[in-house]
């Protein structure tokens, strides 16, 4: 099992990336993706989710209006485009996934049962 999340950078504020996260060994359109973020000396947080089959989404605040998350189950990847950027997006982001999470309210770490590497994205003012 792997989950390879890539696509990050330096950026500006007020400019987008897009995050990606290639899967493997497991049936990707059965789990449920999410993205999570950790900035320094912070906690991980969830960004945003996305059910398996049904394309079923949730984002947090901080991350609607200027996030997309989706995924193409063909290619056994994730996405997440970012717009808009801030500087207190800035923070190492992880996907992970899950074979029972809905999506529906808020994700908890604890329910996911993949973990890929992080990707930084740093984001200047």
């Known amino acids: 099992v792997q989950l390879q999340a890539s696509g990050g950078g330096l950026v500006q504020a007020g400019n987008s990336l897009r995050l990606s996260c290639a899967a493997s060994?497991?049936?990707?359109?059965?789990?449920?993706i999410g993205w999570f973020r950790q900035a320094p000396g912070k906690g991980r947080e969830v960004v945003s989710c996305i059910r398996g089959g049904s394309m079923y989404t949730y984002y947090t605040d901080s991350a609607k209006g200027r996030f997309t998350i989706s995924r193409d189950n063909a290619k056994n990847t994730a996405y997440l485009q970012m717009n808009s950027l801030k500087p207190e997006d800035t923070a190492a982001y992880y996907c992970?996934?899950?074979?029972?999470?809905?999506?529906?309210?808020?994700?908890?770490?604890?329910?996911?049962?993949?973990w890929g590497q992080g990707t930084q994205v740093t984001v200047s003012s």
């Open positions: 992970a996934a899950s074979r029972f999470q809905m999506c529906d309210s808020y994700p908890q770490i604890h329910e996911f049962d993949f």
């Open positions: 060994g497991f049936r990707f359109d059965y789990y449920a």
